[in-house]
């Protein structure tokens, strides 16, 4: 099978590439438009495969992506590419419904028009998988519910907002056309190689500098933590097994407070690569006013990928993260290859220290 995936050369996107080169014998062509959280560098060692192939295209651009399916002739598309920032989108909300939903109405018509040229064998096999987050659900903030495939929408931000709408567009068209697709909504992904602007790797950079490490409000925000790698099976496991018109979230099992995961990662740096003065990195923790519209809680309900496709994290919260902190300790010169003097480390949004 040949696997055309959108925004590959990102987090989550790099990680299942290297899912697929290293564990199956399908082949990728990875499109990506190499925005500031788009690195190469992620799939080093992909690049030599002769099942993977490098796209520089954005999506929002049609005669480019008519010419890649023409070109490659996917057997599916998994379609990551989106900017995925909340404070960014706070920021600078343009981008956002650029990329998420015109970009993503863009795709899905030339993915139309692709798998409308199919024979009858390939077109019934054709798939089009979304991924999105479950920020489109809003706040679970006081009760004890958790995200289902059939929680109502609301989304707070405008990240969650141009998330929510690609996911309607993606559905719409399956409906209208008979676009055989699928959603996928998952929990906050940490492991390696992510971006530096995001909690954990922020937290672990910050620290090892020096630098104070932000966190919002009191810290008392609640995610759910999908670990990477995971997350690349549960979306492999979708395309190859999952029902056309279905949804399923996909979450990790681990709801944590923000504050608990800062300390969580000071004590395995305490352990790992103690500071040269004796003292806890924890000392470096600095409470700053929380973004706006910020929700206090997310938490998956991932009963239906297990029931249906027998799917399961096998990595815990304490697993999962002593993972990811011993791969950034091991590789500082990528940390230092994505900094491109665009992005400092800082938190994005409202950055006045509270008093």
Not at 32 to 44: H, R
Not at 54 to 63: G, L, P
Not at 186 to 197: D, K, L, M, R
Not at 327 to 337: F, S
Request: glycine share 8%.
């Amino acid at each position: 099978m040949k696997l055309l995936i959108t925004g590959g050369a990102g987090f989550i996107g790099s990680a299942l590439v290297r899912h697929i080169i290293r564990h199956t014998s399908d082949s990728v062509v990875n499109v990506d438009k190499l925005t500031y959280a788009g690195n190469l560098a992620s799939l080093a060692e992909c690049s030599a495969s002769p099942r993977y192939a490098f796209e520089q295209v954005d999506i929002c651009h049609r005669a480019e992506l008519d010419r890649v399916f023409a070109q490659h002739q996917p057997d599916a598309v998994m379609h990551l590419a989106a900017e995925s920032h909340v404070d960014r989108s706070i920021d600078g909300p343009a981008a956002f419904i650029e990329t998420n939903i015109v970009g993503t109405y863009t795709l899905l018509e030339a993915a139309r028009s692709y798998w409308g040229g199919l024979d009858s064998a390939k077109k019934s096999a054709f798939r089009f998988h979304h991924i999105s987050t479950d920020e489109v659900y809003g706040d679970l903030h006081g009760t004890d519910d958790l995200f289902t495939e059939t929680t109502p929408y609301a989304p707070s931000s405008p990240y969650s907002a141009s998330k929510a709408s690609s996911d309607h567009l993606v559905r719409a068209w399956q409906r209208t056309y008979g676009l055989p697709t699928l959603v996928t909504n998952c929990s906050n992904n940490y492991g390696p190689y992510h971006f530096p602007e995001k909690l954990i790797p922020l937290v672990i950079l910050n620290a090892l500098e020096g630098k104070p490490l932000p966190v919002y409000g009191q810290g008392e925000q609640i995610r759910d933590w999908l670990y990477v790698e995971d997350h690349a099976r549960a979306l492999y496991t979708v395309i190859t097994q999952g029902h056309i018109g279905a949804t399923y979230n996909i979450g990790g099992h681990n709801e944590k407070r923000n504050i608990d995961v800062v300390r969580s990662l000071c004590a395995l740096l305490d352990e790992l690569q103690p500071r040269a003065d004796g003292q806890s990195y924890a000392s470096q923790i600095t409470f700053v006013t929380d973004r706006p519209g910020h929700d206090l809680r997310y938490a998956i309900d991932a009963q239906k990928i297990q029931h249906e496709l027998g799917w399961v994290p096998q990595e815990t919260f304490d697993t999962g993260l002593r993972k990811t902190v011993a791969w950034y300790l091991d590789n500082l010169d990528w940390c230092r290859q994505v900094q491109d003097g665009s992005y400092r480390r800082e938190r994005l949004g409202l950055e006045t220290p509270r008093t």
